[in-house]
């Protein structure tokens, strides 16, 4: 496999990415055939397909991104994929997904979006921070805008994606003030909340987002309210969802904690019926209590 790697034919590359990706789901791949993959010249030459530029085969680089993913996925040795610099190269490649969205209206963009957005997600949470600010130098304020580019055309044209980017902004912002705080640079509280109604998979992930933001302190909170965050939230409550309401619960609670005049606010929007409809759930009358007193007594 390695040494059809090598080969000029772009059909062979295809065949031998789709080949590698069906070994790599193998029962065995975990044991037997990622730790023999990952001691070859496989992943720099995979790598380096996946490099932006006016070489990159859509079709071949949908095939190693999906192997890539599943190499992630087995977690035998993603430390040796970063250190042969996969975040890097998947951070630019995010960003030449972005380019590509806004030139053009190519329906196979979605392709490889998705394995690229798994592939960081899910190497993201291994990384740590210092890796992941030494490998992902395009900037916070672009890796994030390239992603909201993705997430507003996965709006439009495929919104089972959504969650997809959504996983990789909550793993980006989960750790990272800085991330957090291009976020807020870039105005991109308005276009997460326009997002809530999508689905209750996406109303709790966007929800966690925001959770992640404003766990960073009082200075974050400040960029959430005033605004139209709590309207939403009213939104948010209203629905019977307990996953959907429990995280709706989880942002006001840190909302109250570093802006006590939100909780106020919340008091002036009706907020106390809302939580009213919530005080009888098992898993939620506990928080449900909690709010109330903090929205009353501040």
């Known amino acids: 496999m390695a040494a059809c790697m090598q080969s000029p034919h772009l059909p062979v590359l295809e065949a031998l990415g789709y080949a590698l ?20 010249t496989l992943p720099q030459h995979m790598l380096q397909l996946l490099q932006p530029g006016p070489k990159l085969n859509p079709g071949i680089a949908v095939e190693f991104a999906w192997c890539l993913h599943y190499i992630i ?29 806004q030139r053009t209206e190519n329906a196979g963009l979605e392709l490889l979006a998705c394995p690229v957005l798994r592939c960081l997600s899910n190497l993201l949470t291994e990384a740590a921070v210092e890796t992941i600010d030494g490998q992902m130098q395009h ?4 890796i994030l805008a390239a992603l909201f580019i993705l997430l507003q055309f996965f709006f439009e044209k495929q919104p089972s994606l959504l969650p997809e980017g959504l996983w990789l902004l909550n793993n980006l912002t989960a750790n990272s003030p800085s991330f957090c705080t291009s976020l807020l640079s870039l105005d991109l509280t308005e276009p997460l909340l326009k997002l809530l109604p999508v689905s209750n998979v996406v109303s709790v992930l966007v929800l966690t987002v925001l959770c992640n933001v404003a766990e960073k302190g009082p200075a974050y909170c400040q960029h959430l309210w005033p605004g139209p965050l709590l309207s939403s939230l009213l939104d948010m409550l209203a629905l019977s969802d307990t996953e959907v309401v429990g995280q709706s619960l989880e942002l006001l609670q840190l909302l109250f904690l570093y802006r006590p005049e939100a909780g106020h606010a919340f008091m002036q929007q009706s907020g106390l019926q ?19 007193q903090k929205a009353l007594h501040g």
């Open 73 to 101: 996925c087995s977690q035998v040795n993603n430390a040796l994929l970063i250190t042969h610099g996969a975040l890097s190269t998947l951070g630019l490649l995010l960003l030449d997904l972005a380019g590509a969205v």
């Open 274 to 292: 809302a939580l009213e409809r919530h005080k009888e759930e098992a898993q939620l009358q506990d928080r449900v209590h909690a709010l109330q």
């Open 21 to 40: 990706s069906q070994l790599l789901q193998a029962k065995e791949a975990p044991e037997n055939i990622i730790p023999s993959v990952l001691g070859s």
């Open 139 to 142: 900037g916070d304020e672009r």
